[in-house]
């Protein structure tokens, strides 16, 4: 089965008909074992249901439907998007319910519309009294309220206003006035960076804390609040009392990667997403291995070069998904990608031609460099490699 995605590699065609094994298709493309994607997305939805509160997936990490689908019994569920092609793509697979939570600039508010205009309730997300005076002026010439989240800066990491701000309540005041304010979002962005378990109970604490306090402030001084979303992969597996919170957003656990490992949120086995790459050479005087895998395949993503251990690139397995012992792609140029051994570790012999699978530092940042995925049961293999599964192939033209 081949899922579609958003591309950004234009060259990385797959053919499901064709391919019956991961020795199959031509290298490199990216793989999702099935069974780890299903047990990731039950482990968060289980703690979201212990927590009391609705689960909003991130879905820009896997940008497929095929994959949403997963999430709910293959029925739309309440969704986050990060672009307006998302938003688009995944109005056109029935979803309904989406927040688009990157701040909103005038320019894409036709588009907005247009959705809202087909039933969609699409969200859109600001910080600063001229976004939301755009946001109230367009709803109104349009005689159709934008909803609009008011987004809130709980750790500094990137946008948003802190929840003592004095324009909060004024541009509560000016959506509301529209007919638009819908409630507050933040994320926890610093928690990627929180390397213990009581560092990050305490980036989710912080996270909802601040969130609440937001609403409540708003709420005192007369604006309704029906939303109060917070949430990121870290702090969504931490937090233990999210009371004052409607809805928990995250979307990196469906795969999770090497980063999310690195901070102790998942193990090395719930690594869903891998790129399958070539051997194509050697460098013996260099210690050397070279694929036929670099930055398009992989992305340039380093945030495991901040860690406790570095991966380089990626980490190596066998074709079955076994770890090769002290193999790292250590450097990555546009096609190529080379893995060398550390710690002592012996390099191993891999004659040109073997297949390889990388595991990556940010699942994100890597789909995003293939037009989809082949999909894998890690569970059933054949004498070779793992089976490809053949269930279904959805093509969107996203």
Same mark, same amino acid.
Do not use: Q, W, Y
């Given at each position: 089965?081949?899922? /579609?995605?958003?591309?950004?590699?234009?060259?990385?065609?797959?053919?499901?008909?064709?391919?019956?094994?991961?020795?199959?298709?031509?290298?490199?493309?990216?793989?999702?074992?099935?069974? !780890?994607?299903?047990?990731?997305?039950?482990? &968060?939805?289980?703690?979201?249901?212990? &927590?009391?509160?609705?689960?909003? /997936?991130?879905? !820009?990490?896997? !940008?497929?439907?095929?994959?949403?689908?997963? &999430?709910?019994?293959?029925? /739309?569920?309440?969704v986050t998007v990060s672009t307006l092609a998302e938003a688009e793509a995944f109005a056109d697979g029935g979803y309904t319910d989406i927040t688009y939570a990157v701040g909103i600039d005038p320019h894409k508010l036709p588009r907005v519309l247009a959705l809202l205009r087909r039933g969609v309730t699409l969200r859109v997300l600001l910080d600063s009294t001229e976004q939301a005076a755009f946001v109230a002026e367009a709803s109104r010439r349009a005689g159709l309220p934008v909803p609009a989240q008011i987004e809130i800066d709980c750790d500094g990491h990137r946008g948003g206003l802190r929840p003592d701000a004095p324009e909060l309540t004024k541009i509560g005041r000016i959506l509301n006035d529209a007919g638009c304010l819908d409630g507050v979002l933040t994320h926890a962005g610093e928690s990627y960076f929180a390397y213990t378990a009581e560092e990050q109970r305490l980036a989710a604490q912080n996270e909802r804390d601040t969130a609440v306090a937001a609403a409540e402030r708003l709420r005192a001084a007369g604006l309704p609040v029906a939303t109060v979303s917070v949430g990121s992969t870290p702090t969504a597996h931490a937090a233990e009392d999210l009371t004052g919170v409607t809805e928990l957003r995250a979307g990196n656990y469906v795969f999770f990667d090497l980063v999310m490992a690195g901070l102790g949120v998942c193990r090395i086995e719930d690594l869903a997403l891998s790129v399958v790459v070539t051997v194509i050479g050697h460098r013996p005087e260099h210690g050397w291995v070279i694929t036929d895998g670099g930055w398009m395949a992989m992305s340039r993503d380093r945030g495991t070069a901040v860690q406790t251990q570095d991966q380089g690139y990626g980490l190596v397995t066998d074709l079955d998904g076994n770890l090769v012992p002290g193999l790292v792609m250590t450097a990555a140029s546009q096609e190529h990608g080379t893995l060398t051994a550390r710690d002592g570790a012996h390099l191993p012999d891999l004659p040109i031609g073997t297949r390889l699978r990388i595991l990556p530092n940010h699942a994100c940042a890597t789909a995003a460099q293939h037009r989809g995925y082949h999909v894998i049961d890690g569970a059933r293999t054949t004498n070779t490699a793992p089976a490809i599964q053949t269930f279904w192939e959805r093509v969107t033209g996203w």
């Open positions: 089965m081949t899922i /579609p995605a958003i591309p950004a590699n234009a060259t990385n065609a797959t053919n499901a008909d064709s391919a019956r094994t991961l020795a199959d298709p031509d290298t490199p493309f990216a793989v999702v074992d099935v069974r !780890k994607t299903r047990r990731n997305v039950e482990r &968060l939805a289980a703690r979201a249901d212990r &927590l009391g509160v609705a689960l909003r /997936p991130h879905v !820009k990490t896997a !940008k497929s439907l095929d994959v949403a689908g997963l &999430l709910h019994d293959e029925t /739309p569920c309440p």
